[in-house]
């Protein structure tokens, strides 16, 4: 989920030019992956320079030696969501693996585009093409997503397998905004003057419209019993509101909170504006928080990440495989890429958090988060989401609110996430809408 800016339309050239591009390199492949930019290990030290077989390539000789059979991988980029629903309904790329956000996996597959995974729907478990998943995958992540259904009644999981999940908060700049200013969304409508013009937002109406969500329903969210069964269902029902009601009260909330506290709206840049001080506090994804906050450390700068205590967004970007896929050779780029050793890499690359779970992911973790002799430390008990197992890191309490808070949130505050549902046919009017806002 790097970047999730809705594009309504795509600039004609760009889309003819890579309509021709694309197309007429895939038939040179047995594999083409299309993913989103900077999403995989590519075999390259901090500086760029190459210095190892990238995942892509690794697997080509991984196949080989397995099968006796040379195969060619084509990997291509996307930027959003909406650029790769667009170069693939338009066929100006044909891919066989894709990963979209959960949810443009529920638009293509209520539209028919994808085919399905090798899943059993009765079990809620990967079949043996795709047995790392089932060996390794997160039984946490797996059972947040399993009862996500379609509108066929079908199980989402059916079409997607989880590569990176994360959460969506603030990032932020402890030597100016306290812990407590920023663990609520309210604070996007604060009229102390402390907060004006200190936060950028993303220029997405998807993660943006969640916001104004918190706000607009925040009574009827606090006031849900958290020890109900159908907690986070009930919640989460409050969460994808699109109805003309809640559409224009988010509207007016959104122009509100630019009018009081909103420096402006940001792609991709405010991972790195939030480290030079532009302003004191960015909307973040929880990867995108990682690499703002190892960015400041570089600069003798230390940063912080708050979820909101309302709750927020839980999002996983899964492969998925387009109709006409080579399904067979797909399913086995996934299984590789959900290898303990490979996820591991993938994650060090990229700074988001992987759904798989073996000894290779607890190492790195371990590597990256736990206290040294003699530090004073928080015993963190992480069991609930590798499964099974005793699974404890003491992390530093000097280091806790930030990388690693960020990409491993407590069962507590995760029973307070949703994931975001397809408008459907709602989503003109919430494009209008976000337009409207931009423009105020």
Same mark, same amino acid.
């Given at each position: 989920?790097?970047? @999730?800016? %809705? !594009?309504?339309?795509?600039?004609?050239? !760009?889309?003819?030019?890579?309509?021709?591009?694309?197309?007429?390199?895939?038939?040179?492949?047995?594999?083409?992956?299309?993913?989103?930019?900077?999403?995989?290990?590519?075999?390259?030290?901090?500086?760029?320079?190459?210095?190892?077989?990238?995942?892509?390539?690794?697997?080509?000789?991984?196949?080989?030696? @397995?099968?006796?059979?040379?195969?060619?991988?084509?990997?291509?980029?996307?930027?959003?969501?909406?650029?790769?629903?667009?170069?693939?309904?338009?066929?100006?790329?044909?891919?066989?693996?894709?990963?979209?956000?959960?949810?443009?996996?529920?638009?293509?597959?209520?539209?028919?585009?994808?085919?399905? %995974?090798?899943?059993?729907?009765?079990?809620?478990?990967?079949?043996?093409?795709?047995?790392?998943?089932?060996?390794?995958?997160?039984?946490?992540?797996?059972?947040?997503?399993?009862?996500?259904?379609?509108?066929?009644?079908?199980?989402? !999981?059916?079409?997607?397998?989880?590569?990176?999940?994360?959460?969506?908060?603030?990032?932020?700049?402890?030597?100016?905004?306290?812990?407590?200013?920023?663990?609520?969304?309210?604070?996007?409508?604060?009229?102390?003057?402390?907060?004006?013009?200190?936060?950028?937002?993303?220029?997405?109406?998807?993660?943006?419209?969640?916001?104004?969500?918190?706000?607009?329903?925040?009574?009827?969210?606090?006031?849900?019993?958290?020890?109900?069964?159908?907690?986070?269902?009930?919640?989460?029902?409050?969460?994808?509101?699109?109805?003309?009601?809640?559409?224009? !009260?988010?509207?007016?909330?959104?122009?509100?909170?630019?009018?009081?506290?909103?420096?402006?709206?940001?792609?991709?840049?405010?991972?790195?504006?939030?480290?030079?001080?532009?302003?004191?506090?960015?909307?973040?994804?929880?990867?995108?928080?990682?690499?703002?906050?190892?960015?400041?450390?570089?600069?003798?700068?230390?940063?912080?990440?708050?979820?909101?205590?309302?709750?927020?967004?839980?999002?996983?970007?899964?492969?998925?495989?387009?109709?006409?896929?080579?399904?067979?050779?797909?399913?086995?780029?996934?299984?590789?890429?959900?290898?303990?050793?490979?996820?591991?890499?993938?994650?060090?690359?990229?700074?988001?958090?992987?759904?798989?779970?073996?000894?290779?992911?607890?190492?790195?973790?371990?590597?990256?988060?736990?206290?040294?002799?003699?530090?004073?430390?928080?015993?963190?008990?992480?069991?609930?989401?590798?499964?099974?197992?005793?699974?404890?890191?003491?992390?530093?309490?000097?280091?806790?609110?930030?990388?690693?808070?960020?990409?491993?949130?407590?069962?507590?505050?995760?029973?307070?996430?949703?994931?975001?549902?397809?408008?459907?046919?709602?989503?003109?009017?919430?494009?209008?809408?976000?337009?409207? %806002?931009?423009?105020?």
């Amino acid at each position: 989920m790097k970047s @999730k800016t %809705v !594009l309504l339309l795509a600039a004609p050239a !760009l889309v003819l030019g890579t309509m021709f591009s694309l197309t007429a390199c895939s038939p040179k492949y047995d594999l083409v992956i299309y993913n989103w930019e900077d999403y995989i290990y590519e075999g390259t030290d901090d500086d760029g320079n190459i210095v190892d077989d990238g995942t892509v390539k690794a697997f080509e000789k991984y196949y080989l030696e @397995k099968t006796g059979q040379k195969i060619k991988v084509g990997y291509e980029t996307f930027s959003t969501n909406e650029e790769l629903y667009t170069q693939i309904s338009l066929g100006a790329i044909r891919a066989d693996l894709i990963c979209p956000s959960d949810y443009m996996i529920q638009k293509m597959a209520n539209e028919g585009m994808l085919e399905k %995974v090798n899943y059993n729907e009765s079990t809620k478990v990967y079949g043996e093409s795709l047995s790392n998943w089932s060996t390794y995958g997160s039984p946490f992540i797996l059972s947040r997503f399993a009862n996500e259904t379609l509108n066929d009644g079908s199980s989402f !999981l059916a079409y997607a397998v989880p590569y990176f999940w994360g959460t969506m908060g603030f990032t932020y700049d402890p030597e100016y905004f306290d812990e407590a200013d920023v663990n609520s969304w309210e604070c996007l409508w604060n009229t102390n003057s402390k907060f004006a013009n200190q936060f950028s937002l993303k220029d997405s109406m998807r993660d943006t419209y969640v916001t104004a969500i918190f706000h607009v329903y925040r009574s009827e969210i606090m006031a849900l019993d958290e020890n109900s069964p159908t907690f986070n269902a009930d919640l989460s029902a409050i969460f994808n509101r699109c109805d003309d009601a809640t559409i224009a !009260l988010v509207e007016a909330a959104l122009k509100d909170a630019k009018a009081k506290t909103v420096y402006g709206f940001e792609v991709d840049e405010g991972k790195d504006d939030i480290v030079t001080g532009r302003y004191h506090a960015n909307l973040a994804w929880s990867g995108d928080s990682v690499y703002s906050m190892d960015s400041a450390e570089e600069a003798d700068k230390i940063l912080n990440y708050s979820l909101p205590t309302e709750g927020s967004n839980v999002w996983f970007d899964g492969w998925c495989m387009p109709k006409g896929a080579n399904t067979s050779l797909a399913e086995e780029f996934i299984n590789y890429i959900c290898t303990p050793e490979v996820a591991a890499q993938c994650m060090d690359a990229v700074g988001y958090t992987s759904p798989i779970v073996g000894d290779a992911i607890w190492d790195l973790i371990n590597e990256w988060y736990g206290a040294e002799e003699g530090e004073e430390a928080d015993t963190i008990d992480l069991s609930f989401y590798f499964g099974g197992t005793d699974k404890t890191i003491d992390v530093a309490k000097a280091n806790r609110g930030r990388q690693f808070d960020a990409q491993y949130p407590t069962e507590e505050a995760l029973k307070r996430c949703c994931m975001m549902k397809d408008f459907g046919d709602q989503t003109t009017k919430v494009e209008e809408m976000w337009n409207r %806002v931009k423009v105020a």
